[in-house]
């Protein structure tokens, strides 16, 4: 390959922070939302013009389950209250009456802690929360690199239509989904072992409804029972044959490579066209409304943190666990999510969330959905109200914080 070497410039230092949030999908939701409640002066940086990342632009609009299928609630916080948010015009399908309107133990176990939503209504509601926290919000800005001193992130360098420019930071959550700022900044990282498969949804109009379309492969409760061999296998096409709504070929992507992203999303677009055409030929109401605007992926990069969590470690108890996660696609596991999945020794002012922590690849298959992303935003952003050196923060200060905003930490508390 070729190569230049890009000139030395100055940069204007255009703005300051005591905590920023790169991306603002759900985990950047919730962390900006925990560290402007903490007091902080928060930042939240994310490259397109709408908040909620693959849940709104992506309009993967399925909230899945709070609970362990068992009929327990297992997630709380910030996590249960952008359910609410996410609802709080009706739900689109799915409105969880059992959970909010007080049902029977038996009707919480037949119906999970779950809904579907309207994405449009959240990323709106969602910005006017943030920023009557005082969170300012940059759209059309990413974050493109990060200058590094003495193991700590100093700058965050962005680049938007001003063009390029510092931010001063006092500590980085890293809620790219794609662990851009731990791989920029020189944190471990590891990419997914299998990639990510073609997807693209969407929703049309037909014989006047609207409706979403699950293009491409989906993560699907399967309703009463687990759907088989979902335990052996994580993100392979066997798992997802299990519970597939529709598969659209074989191409895989790490979800880190431009030019491979850009052709995910040209191929995902060729074919939901085709898609399109073939059930508009036979009802000719049947038109796209609005589709997914960024690409979607379920695991790229992650930070490969202080510790790394496995699906084997169902109801382990962990002295830093910062809340619990269930298993959306099986009834029964639990997991407690240890602090130490969100940083690394290496930088210690920065901070992991959402689909960016420490996980293997089984285990990530069950993080990486919306309720344990707004757990772990939730537990960054108020990491990052108490202090900014990761590595030594005071966990029991940070698990009273939580406890007292209502997450759970430990599976004997459900
Ligand atoms: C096909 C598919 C189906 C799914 N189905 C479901 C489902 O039914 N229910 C469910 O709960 N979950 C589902 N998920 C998973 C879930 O939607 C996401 O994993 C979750 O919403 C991720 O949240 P996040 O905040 O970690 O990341 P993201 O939502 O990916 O948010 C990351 C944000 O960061 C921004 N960003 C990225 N890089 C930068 C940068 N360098 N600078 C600035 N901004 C940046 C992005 O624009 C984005 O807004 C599905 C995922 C896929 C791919």
Same mark, same amino acid.
């Given at each position: 390959m070729r190569e230049i070497i890009e000139r030395e410039r100055r940069l204007p230092v255009t703005d300051s922070c005591d905590v920023l949030v790169a991306g603002g999908g759900i985990a950047g939701i919730a962390a900006a939302m925990a560290a402007a409640r903490g007091g902080k002066k928060v930042m939240l940086l994310e490259r397109e013009f709408a908040l909620g990342g693959m849940a709104t632009l992506g309009l993967v609009t399925i909230y899945l389950p709070l609970c362990d299928g068992e009929g327990n609630q297992v997630i709380y916080g910030i996590a249960e209250e952008l359910l609410?948010?996410?609802?709080?015009?009706?739900?689109?399908?799915?409105?969880?009456?059992?959970?909010?309107?007080?049902?029977?133990?038996?009707?919480?176990?037949?119906?999970?802690?779950?809904?579907?939503?309207?994405?449009?209504?959240? !990323?709106?509601? $969602? %910005?006017?929360?943030?920023?009557?926290? &005082?969170?300012?919000?940059?759209?059309?800005?990413?974050? @493109?690199? =990060?200058?590094?001193?003495?193991?700590?992130?100093?700058?965050?360098?962005?680049?938007?239509?001003?063009?390029?420019? !510092?931010?001063? $930071? %006092?500590?980085?959550?890293?809620?790219? &989904?794609?662990?851009?700022?731990?791989?920029?900044?020189? @944190?471990? =990282?590891?990419?997914?072992g299998n990639g990510n498969a073609l997807a693209g949804?969407?929703?049309?109009?037909?014989?006047?409804?609207?409706?979403?379309?699950?293009?491409?492969?989906?993560?699907?409760?399967?309703?009463?029972?687990?759907?088989?061999k979902l335990a052996e296998t994580a993100d392979t096409g066997d798992h997802y044959k299990a519970i597939k709504v529709e598969s659209i070929g074989n191409f895989r992507f790490s979800g880190v490579d431009g030019a491979e992203l850009s052709k995910s999303v040209v191929d995902?677009?060729?074919?939901?066209?085709?898609?399109?055409?073939?059930?508009?030929?036979?009802?000719?109401?049947?038109?796209?409304?609005?589709?997914?605007?960024?690409?979607?992926?379920?695991?790229?990069?992650?930070i490969a943190g202080a510790y790394t969590l496995d699906d084997s470690e169902e109801r382990v108890h962990f002295e830093d666990s910062i809340g619990l996660t269930c298993d959306w696609r099986k009834r029964g596991p639990v997991y407690e999510m240890p602090f130490r999945t969100l940083y690394c020794k290496e930088i210690k002012n920065l901070l992991a969330a959402g689909r960016d922590i420490s996980t293997t690849d089984r285990m990530w298959d069950i993080t990486r959905v919306i309720p344990p992303c707004a757990v772990t935003g939730e537990a960054a952003g108020t990491a990052a109200a108490l202090g900014s050196d990761f590595t030594a923060l005071d966990v029991a200060a940070l698990q009273q914080k939580l406890r007292a905003n209502g997450v759970r930490l430990h599976t004997d508390e459900i």
């Open positions: 609410k948010l996410s609802i709080e015009h009706g739900a689109e399908a799915n409105y969880p009456a059992a959970w909010l309107d007080g049902g029977s133990r038996e009707e919480r176990i037949e119906k999970r802690y779950m809904t579907q939503f309207n994405p449009h209504l959240f !990323a709106m509601r $969602v %910005e006017q929360i943030l920023t009557d926290l &005082g969170v300012k919000i940059l759209f059309g800005t990413l974050v @493109a690199q =990060t200058v590094v001193e003495d193991d700590r992130i100093t700058h965050v360098i962005v680049e938007n239509k001003s063009g390029r420019s !510092a931010i001063a $930071v %006092e500590s980085v959550i890293d809620c790219t &989904g794609d662990a851009d700022i731990c791989h920029q900044a020189g @944190a471990p =990282t590891e990419l997914h949804w969407y929703y049309y109009q037909s014989n006047g409804g609207v409706h979403l379309k699950m293009f491409g492969l989906a993560d699907v409760v399967p309703d009463k029972e687990e759907a088989p995902v677009h060729a074919k939901m066209y085709d898609d399109i055409m073939s059930r508009h030929k036979d009802d000719e109401s049947y038109l796209p409304v609005t589709m997914s605007t960024i690409p979607l992926v379920r695991m790229s990069r992650r």
